[in-house]
């Protein structure tokens, strides 16, 4: 079984500030976790993925994410926050030993809120 | 290049009709995987499929839904005598192959809601 959490309902930052929205994963072998962002009323729009190698990934808009394999958390980052970006985040995960490997969990969401 | 295109973008429909959303995947994607989203909540998995095959339903309520994906045309998620728990944004995102390390692309969704 594979499953996500994102702790935070909500994130509040001022713009300009760092931003972390949190992110925790279980899968029963290695995990493929990604982030995406959706705005009001669209789809899901990917943003970064991590497979393997590096544990600091960069990803689209100046995203960025850590893989923490003992802490088991992928948390999204930026060091300095738009009010653009304020949407919905997900964190998702897939377990690269799972015969269904297509199939992808995704967490509640936590919505980012940038001020200015 | 066009991306997941869905098909409606709003459906409204009464208790006790049918419901056809409709997913055209990606260019060159074979993978179509729905997803439906109920207000104030999360992404909830519904069903894995490639072409001509159902490879997860676990996430598909045992009766009244069912999904396709034939050899030609789009995949269709189809909900049959709709209850007014059925609205819900419902999401298609297609990938090019099984395997795991791809993102998904996704479609803006079709917003269903029963009166």
């Known amino acids: 079984a594979q499953s996500v959490a994102q702790p935070e309902d909500q994130v509040n930052v001022a713009e300009g500030n760092p931003l972390t929205v949190k992110c925790t994963y279980s899968v029963s072998g290695n995990p493929y976790l990604f982030w995406y962002v959706q705005y009001p009323n669209r789809g899901l729009q990917f943003l970064l993925k991590y497979i393997t190698g590096d544990n600091l990934v960069k990803g689209s808009y100046g995203f960025e994410a850590e893989f923490n394999k003992s802490q088991t958390s992928f948390h999204l980052k930026k060091p300095s926050a738009l009010v653009s970006d304020s949407a919905l985040y997900f964190c998702?995960?897939?377990?690269?030993?799972?015969?269904?490997?297509?199939?992808?969990?995704f967490g509640d969401g936590t919505t980012l809120t940038v001020k200015p | 290049n066009a991306g997941v295109m869905q098909n409606p973008r709003h459906l409204v429909r009464r208790r006790g009709q049918e419901a056809r959303l409709r997913c055209s995947p990606m260019k060159g994607h074979s993978h179509v995987y729905w997803y439906r989203q109920l207000p104030e909540e999360g992404l909830k998995f519904m069903v894995y499929l490639q072409k001509e095959n159902i490879i997860d339903e676990s996430g598909m309520p045992k009766e009244r839904f069912s999904a396709e994906f034939p050899k030609e045309g789009p995949s269709i998620l189809r909900i049959q005598q709709v209850v007014r728990g059925d609205s819900a944004a419902y999401f298609c995102?297609?990938?090019?192959?099984?395997?795991?390390?791809?993102?998904?692309?996704f479609g803006s969704g079709t917003r269903l809601t029963v009166v």
């Open positions: 998702a995960v897939r377990d690269n030993g799972n015969t269904n490997a297509g199939k992808s969990t």
């Open positions: 995102a297609s990938s090019p192959a099984g395997g795991a390390g791809y993102g998904y692309t």
